[in-house]
């Protein structure tokens, strides 16, 4: 009975440990240690933009947790409050592609603005409607601007069978293939593309962070 005990107590300590890991904490309690990870993300065929933005702290190298900001902070996209996703992030779905100006105000009172004007639009050159089955798919986009910060990711979608097949190529090339291993005969495939652009040196509190923009655009092609 004593061994019982004793085994009881040992795992609510370990129980209790886990839980207080995973507390949601106020960015004000950390105010040195979280970072500010900020996605700003146009989708092309709906003509909309959302906004989401981390603050999270690290302890060692896999555990970290999502920080709620305390009531003297905001976070303000072109004047609008964003929404809050609960111990998680706060984001907000704007339409059109426009400068977008970023406002954080910080528990201590320090405001930070960034600006982020998107890059120029993103198109697919050479992709055809239809390509007769066991090729490959070659495709280009327009160069972006800026390669050096610059990341390119192509996804796959089989909509007959709904099937996702993730990413299939990337990089920082402007040339993009999809292997013929993938395309399977009479079937409608979407190809999602992203290309995210990395904010140089954006105004943040002491933690560090990053911007990122990402432009995201699809085609639907055949496969005879």
């Not at 005990?5 to 950390?30: G, H, N, P, Q």
């Not at 905001?74 to 907000?92: A, F, I, R």
């Not at 160069?143 to 990413?167: I, K, M, P, R």
Request: net charge negative.
């Amino acid at each position: 009975m004593r061994n019982l005990i004793k085994t009881i107590f040992l795992l609510l300590i370990v129980f209790s440990s886990c839980r207080k890991d995973r507390e949601m904490k106020y960015t004000s309690d950390v105010p040195n240690e979280f970072k500010t990870i900020i996605q700003v993300v146009f989708n092309a065929p709906s003509n909309s933009t959302t906004i989401q933005v981390f603050y999270f702290f690290q302890k060692g190298v896999d555990n970290y947790g999502y920080l709620n900001l305390p009531e003297n902070s905001y976070m303000l996209v072109n004047g609008n409050e964003m929404n809050h996703y609960p111990d998680y992030s706060y984001y907000l779905t704007l339409d059109g592609n426009q400068a977008w100006g970023l406002e954080f105000k910080n528990f201590d009172g320090v405001t930070y603005y960034n600006t982020i004007v998107p890059p120029d639009t993103v198109y697919l050159a050479n992709l055809p409607d239809t390509i007769p089955y066991g090729q490959e798919l070659i495709f280009e986009v327009n160069a972006s601007d800026n390669d050096s910060n610059v990341h390119c990711q192509v996804d796959l979608y089989e909509v007959e069978s709904e099937f996702n097949y993730g990413y299939v190529d990337g990089g920082t090339d402007s040339v993009f293939t999809i292997d013929d291993y993938y395309l399977n005969k009479e079937n409608h495939y979407k190809v999602f593309f992203s290309r995210t652009n990395t904010i140089m040196n954006p105004n943040l509190p002491a933690g560090g962070g990053s911007i990122e923009f990402v432009y995201r655009i699809e085609k639907t092609f055949y496969v005879e």
